[in-house]
């Protein structure tokens, strides 16, 4: 299975009392997430964002199987998040800003051995996923430091070690380098970029810090007011003397649209291959007039869908 993430028109509203004059109140139903469609492919780093209130972390939960979706179709690992939660925890890793999976009186490497019990995690397997952490996040000076007693980036260092330590499949992150020094994200940055260049994880990460985006995620999806504005895919739009006689299948290749009588072909890229793979299996069945490659405009949206939201 290549892909790990897939939603379709996945819906989530909440019921709220509000105030309708001195003593009445009334109820309406708040949209937080609104039709949302949404594939993420094995080994992929997707950074999802959006203003405050945009539905990112009401996402995050219902990936996680933390709420139930109101309405939709949600599959994690080939699993439903709220219904198959038990078995979708063993699958996936999850960082919630500052809410903590440690033992807050315990030293730190106690925590950690906690948590392989819980998991049920081979001690082999652990030791080699911990020794790894140990040494890209400098782990050794504050394991036997009881867990209330770290600073904030020592503390978020710690929770991504837990998270990883059953070898999931998929790790969520949200706001993981909120509040941390410079240091503390350099250190959580570099971390996470390894982890993602291994391919092994496939890594979901919200956050307000354009910088943790741009350093670590080659795909950006974007939401507003519970709705995709903008998936951040590489697109190819290709021109040819005649249309393609068969379909070209690629993975990570989709076709978006066919225009001009099927001489101009817009394929959408995932990341799984390159343009150029693309081109050059293009070259193989068809005649070529012309070739662009549409990069993201990504500063502009962002920027066009924070400056809506600011006061």
């Known amino acids: 299975m290549t892909r790990v993430i897939e939603t379709r028109g996945l819906r989530k509203e909440f019921t709220v009392r509000v105030k309708a004059g001195w003593l009445r109140r009334r109820t309406r139903v708040v949209t937080a997430v609104d039709g949302l469609d949404l594939t993420v492919d094995r080994g992929e780093m997707v950074g999802y964002i959006g203003p405050n209130g945009a539905g990112k972390s009401t996402t995050l939960k219902m990936l996680t199987g933390v709420l139930y979706p109101s309405a939709g179709h949600v599959r994690v690992c080939g699993f439903e998040p709220v219904r198959q939660r038990t078995r979708l925890a063993r699958r996936i890793g999850v960082v919630f800003g500052q809410r903590s999976q440690l033992w807050w009186d315990l030293p730190l490497s106690e925590s950690f051995t906690l948590l392989r019990h819980v998991y049920a995690v081979r001690a082999a397997d652990s030791a080699a996923r911990l020794a790894r952490c140990r040494r890209l996040l400098e782990l050794d000076a504050f394991l036997d430091v009881p867990v209330r007693q770290l600073s904030l980036g020592q503390r978020m260092r710690a929770e991504l070690t837990a998270a990883l330590l059953h070898g999931p499949e998929v ?13 503390s994200k350099q250190a959580v940055r570099a971390f996470l970029a390894a982890l993602g260049a291994a391919g092994d994880t496939t890594i979901v990460l919200t956050t ?67 343009a150029g793979q693309l081109v050059s299996r293009l070259t193989e069945v068809a005649a070529l007039r012309d070739i662009s490659v549409l990069e993201p405009a990504i500063e502009d949206v962002v920027a066009r869908i924070y400056t809506r939201h600011s006061p």
Do not use: M
């Open 208 to 274: 307000h810090d354009l910088a943790d985006i741009e350093r670590l995620c080659r795909r950006l999806v974007v939401i507003d007011q519970g709705r995709l504005v903008h998936d951040g895919r590489r697109r190819l739009v290709v021109d040819l003397d005649e249309p393609l006689a068969v379909d070209l299948a690629l993975p990570g290749v989709t076709v978006e649209s066919t225009q001009a009588n099927g001489r101009r072909i817009v394929y959408t890229l995932d990341g799984t291959i390159t």
């Open 171 to 183: 790790l969520f992150l949200d706001e993981p380098t909120i509040g941390l020094d410079l240091v």
